[in-house]
């Protein structure tokens, strides 16, 4: 079974979206971060249930979705590392 790390990144962005939504609801805002962490459990199991992401196109370079937001992940052996996670409408891009 896979460990799940959750990078500095990925929090931030997690962060940023629930401060985003609290704005209007804290008891929202608690449950999107609640279930989008939920979303990510499969992983440690099936790490690659994910597509591959379009925009790097590697096999160990993967996203799932939850609700409108992709949650990108690499796979680097047992360890599952979640990168970013980013609204699909946004025009994502990777660094270079």
């Not at 896979?2 to 805002?29: G, H, N």
Request: include cysteine; hydrophobic fraction near 45%.
């Amino acid at each position: 079974m896979a460990k799940i790390i959750w990078s500095p990144a990925a929090l931030d962005d997690i962060d940023a979206i629930a401060e985003f939504i609290s704005r209007d609801s804290s008891y929202q805002a608690a449950l999107f971060v609640d279930r989008l962490l939920e979303s990510t459990v499969r992983l440690e199991i099936f790490p690659e249930t994910g597509r591959i992401i379009p925009e790097i196109g590697k096999n160990d370079c993967r996203e799932v979705m939850y609700g409108s937001y992709r949650i990108m992940y690499k796979i680097a052996g047992e360890e599952i590392w979640i990168t970013g996670v980013v609204h699909g409408a946004r025009n994502w891009k990777p660094k270079e």
